[in-house]
C-alpha cells in the first residue's frame, strides 16, 4: 500500500475513534498521528495496519487493537515527565505512543517509559521497531518476568500491564507511587477479563475500580496463568 494510502487510512482511524469516544485528549490523539503503527506489525500486514483490529506479531503475541491503545492511553492520564512502567512490550507500539506523550519536557524534565518483554524472540522485534522510528529514546525494552516489576526503577507514576493475570502482582502495586494508577486485565487464559484500574492515593492506600470486559493474552512468569 502506497504511504499516502496509509496516512488517509491513518486519518480514518483516528476519525473514527474520536467519533466513537475512545480518543478524547490532543496529547494522546497527538501521539497516534505522531507514531506509526505499520512500523510495528509483521512487514506481510503492513497494509491493514490502520484497522481497528488486534494483528499478529508472531510467537503467538498480538499488537493490540488501536481503540484499546487509545482507552489505555486516556485512561492512565498521562503527562510529560511521567515515568511509566509497561508489562508486555510485543511490537513496542503502546510503549511509544505513551513515549510520545510523557518523553516531552515535564517540570522535572523529560519522562520514560520502561517496558517489558518475556518471550525472548519478540525482544529483537519490539526494540528494532523502537529504533526505526526515533523512540528508543524515551522508551527502554527489557528482557524480564514484569510480574514482578523492575524495582531498580521504581516507583512508576503509572503502570499498564498488556497481559491479563489470575490477580494483581503485589510487587507492581508496591511499585506504584502515591497518587500513581495502575491499569491491569484481571482474569482467566480465555476471552474475557475484567480491566481493573488500581489507585494508589497519597497515604499510599490502594483502590481497585472495574473498568470493563476486554480480551488480553495471558500473562506468563511467576505472577501469571
Ligand atoms: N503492548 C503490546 C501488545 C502486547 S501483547 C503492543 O503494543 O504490541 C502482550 C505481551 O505480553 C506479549 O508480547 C507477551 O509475550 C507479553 N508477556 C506475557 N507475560 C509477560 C510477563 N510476565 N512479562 C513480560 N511480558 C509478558
Not at 510523557?102 to 522535572?108: N, S
Request: charged content about 25%; glycine content about 12%.
Amino acid at each position: 500500500m502506497p504511504e499516502s494510502q496509509l496516512e488517509g487510512a491513518k486519518e480514518s482511524l483516528i476519525k473514527r475513534l474520536k467519533d466513537r469516544g475512545y480518543l478524547s485528549s490532543a496529547s494522546v490523539e497527538k501521539a497516534f498521528r505522531r507514531v506509526p503503527r505499520e512500523e510495528f506489525v509483521l512487514p506481510s500486514t503492513r497494509g491493514g495496519a490502520y484497522r481497528d483490529s488486534p494483528m499478529s506479531i508472531g510467537h503467538g503475541q498480538t499488537i493490540s487493537a488501536p481503540h484499546m491503545c487509545a482507552i489505555m492511553c486516556e485512561s492512565l492520564d498521562l503527562k510529560p515527565g511521567m515515568k511509566i512502567l509497561e508489562i508486555g512490550a510485543g511490537s513496542g507500539y503502546h510503549a511509544a505512543l505513551c513515549g510520545d506523550i510523557v518523553g516531552e519536557l515535564g517540570d522535572q524534565g523529560p519522562g520514560h517509559v520502561y517496558t517489558i518483554e518475556i518471550v525472548e524472540e519478540l525482544i529483537e522485534f519490539g526494540r528494532a521497531n523502537l529504533e526505526r522510528t526515533g523512540y528508543a529514546d524515551r522508551v527502554t525494552l527489557i528482557q524480564a518476568d514484569g510480574g514482578k516489576g523492575l524495582p531498580e526503577h521504581a516507583p512508576f507514576d503509572r503502570i499498564f500491564v498488556a497481559a491479563a493475570a489470575p490477580r494483581v502482582p503485589p510487587p507492581l502495586i508496591e511499585q506504584l507511587k502515591p497518587g500513581g494508577i495502575m491499569l491491569i486485565p484481571v482474569g482467566s487464559r480465555g476471552f474475557y477479563q475484567e480491566l481493573m484500574m488500581v489507585q494508589k492515593d497519597l497515604t499510599g492506600k490502594t483502590t481497585t475500580r472495574r473498568w470493563g470486559g476486554v480480551a488480553f493474552v495471558p500473562l506468563r512468569g511467576d505472577y501469571g496463568h
